[in-house]
């Protein structure tokens, strides 16, 4: 189970994430204000600004009066809909009472993921700590490469040929390779490991500077032949330059690790 508490906008008319929100009515402010009556049914001031932020994903108070009435309109024409006189049987569906109830769980569940990342922040310390960890892991090598990407491994290792005879790589690549890379020569530029898949930064690694792969490589992307330019010795971030996605990295581990606990303990009940 994985749950992002980043909502997103949906490119429809009615986004069926903040509809479930809206229908959670129960959290409007009891000093929220009547905004627009449909058919007997107010809507609130609350409910508005709840549906808006989750509509232009800011701030409601940071709407422009355009967005504020276009938002307006969508959720008075949710409420003209939903207070037609066949609104009830529908809603009587056993499918769409399903729909609601995941909706409005999903809802709740996204609120407690906020409120579980909001109380358990990353410390210093944590972010130190895994910061080191990542560092220690991070591979000793960059590397920069070219390859020549193709569909099959014939024409691959034909290309493989061509190069053990004296042919120009950055030619060949030109001429031949199926990749966005191919005008450029192949050019991958500087590189870790980590950044390619694990076939390709393999045979790579094998490489010494200045060799090209005396076999062709193949990956999800097709065939590929490979010259190593260069390596150098990987330069590792400044800790302040990757704290935020390390303070990430953390937070989820403690969110996820909060998860499996409550697998842990449902499964004991069992």
């Known amino acids: 189970m994985a749950i992002s508490i980043r909502s997103r906008r949906s490119g429809t008319s009615f986004a069926l994430a903040a509809i479930a929100a809206a229908s959670l009515a129960t959290l409007s402010s009891a000093m929220a204000e009547t905004v627009v009556t449909v058919n007997g049914v107010d809507i609130d001031s609350a409910m508005v600004s709840m549906y808006l932020q989750s509509r232009i994903q800011k701030p409601a108070d940071q709407a422009t009066p355009a967005e504020r009435d276009a938002v307006l309109q969508e959720l008075t024409d949710i409420y003209l809909l939903t ?37 358990n922040p990353a410390t210093d310390e944590e972010i130190l700590a895994e910061y080191e960890v990542q560092m220690k892991n991070a591979p000793s090598l960059q590397f920069k490469a070219r390859h020549i990407l193709v569909e099959t491994q014939a024409t691959a290792s034909e290309l493989v040929a061509k ?13 031949n390779s199926t990749g966005p890379t191919g005008p450029n020569g192949g050019d991958l530029g500087w590189f870790s490991p980590e950044q ?30 490979i010259l190593r330019e260069g390596s150098r010795e990987n330069q590792p971030p400044t800790l302040e330059s990757v704290r935020d ?12 690790g909060y998860l499996e606990q409550l697998r842990a303990d449902f499964a004991d009940k069992g």
């Open 196 to 225: 390619m898949v694990k076939p390709f930064s393999d045979a790579v690694a094998a490489l010494a500077d200045g060799a090209h792969t005396s076999e062709p490589v193949q990956t999800q992307f097709g065939w590929h032949v």
């Open 163 to 175: 190069l053990d005879d004296g042919a120009d790589f950055e030619e060949l690549a030109k001429e």
């Open 83 to 119: 207070t037609q006189p066949s609104a009830k049987a529908i809603g009587d569906d056993p499918r769409i009472k399903a729909q609601i109830e995941l909706q409005t769980r999903a809802a709740i569940a996204q609120a407690i993921a906020a409120d579980f990342f909001a109380k």
């Open 245 to 256: 996605v390390i303070k990430q990295r953390v937070e989820q581990g403690k969110f996820q």
